[in-house]
């Protein structure tokens, strides 16, 4: 696994602080490279956020995770209860069902590159259903408060999918799209044209909700750092998937 995450990790460029990141959570050998791009770019804090979809598209269902930890073939890490406790004194119905991360990978995969940058010590994650703006909005400003009242630095990290299988040419429409959106901080926008679009992109809410939080802390631009497709990439193709990175500054 650490041989893995490293050969898609890049070893040169300077680290930037930035207030939050958007990464996939597809396969190594797909979403990887763009994941470790991210990463690799990143002067990470001690502390994250790691906020990830319900695949199932549940709709107004939250979970967040208090305590506990998780581990990997890379070793484990802890929850950092502090923090989850100080986000749920803000956001109450961000209960759910700690037992709901067993079904669920977007977060468990960003563990491993969490790892092996070598300076998270610990995380919040947190799951999140289908949201619309004001309920993201809200969400994203009230997980930010928390961490303002914290003192310290803490990275958020929302991880999304973007299109899923689905012909080319429809995949990099409805990416640049999604992306466009989430580059312009336009959370409302992107939550918008996910729906009108009927975009397969499994994270809008977390991403939309990392926004909301990012801006609240001061965040006023952002950058694509990579974006591939993956799968079979035949103009034909129907089982396309779109992956990128993002950091939010």
């Known amino acids: 696994m650490a041989d893995a995450i490293d050969r898609v990790m890049k070893k040169s460029g300077k680290k930037e602080p930035v207030f939050a990141?958007?990464?996939?959570h597809g396969g190594i050998l797909d979403a990887g490279p763009v994941a470790g791009a991210v990463y690799s770019r990143v002067a990470w804090t001690h502390r994250v956020v790691v906020m990830g979809p319900y695949h199932s598209g549940a709709e107004n269902r939250f979970a967040l995770m208090k305590e506990g930890t998780w581990e990997t073939p890379l070793g484990r890490l802890p929850v950092d209860s502090?923090?989850?406790?100080?986000?749920?004194?803000?956001?109450?119905?961000?209960?759910?069902?700690?037992t709901d991360h067993l079904e669920e990978h977007g977060i468990e995969v960003q563990l491993p590159f969490l790892?092996?940058?070598?300076k998270v010590d610990s995380f919040v994650p947190i799951l999140f259903g289908d949201l619309d703006a004001a309920a993201a909005q809200r969400?994203?400003?009230?997980?930010?408060?928390?961490?303002?009242q914290?003192?310290?630095?803490?990275?958020?990290?929302?991880?999304?999918?973007?299109?899923?299988?689905e012909p080319r040419q429809i995949a990099q429409e409805n990416d640049r799209r999604a992306i466009e959106?989430?580059?312009?901080?336009?959370?409302p926008g992107l939550?918008?044209?996910?729906?009108?679009?009927?975009?397969?992109?499994?994270?809008?809410a977390p991403t939309a909700v990392a926004i909301a939080a990012a801006k609240r802390l001061g965040a006023s631009k952002a950058a694509l750092v990579n974006y591939v497709l993956g799968g079979d990439l035949s103009q034909e193709a129907t089982s396309v998937v779109g992956f990128a990175g993002i950091t939010i500054r």
């Open 21 to 24: 990141a958007v990464v996939p």
């Open 181 to 187: 959106r989430i580059l312009a901080l336009d959370e």
């Open 82 to 98: 502090e923090l989850a406790r100080a986000i749920l004194k803000q956001v109450p119905e961000l209960k759910g069902d700690p």
């Open 115 to 118: 790892q092996r940058v070598g």
């Open 139 to 148: 969400m994203g400003e009230a997980i930010a408060q928390a961490i303002q």
């Open 150 to 165: 914290s003192g310290e630095l803490i990275g958020l990290i929302a991880t999304t999918d973007l299109t899923r299988y």
């Open 191 to 204: 939550l918008e044209t996910v729906e009108r679009r009927s975009i397969s992109m499994c994270g809008a």
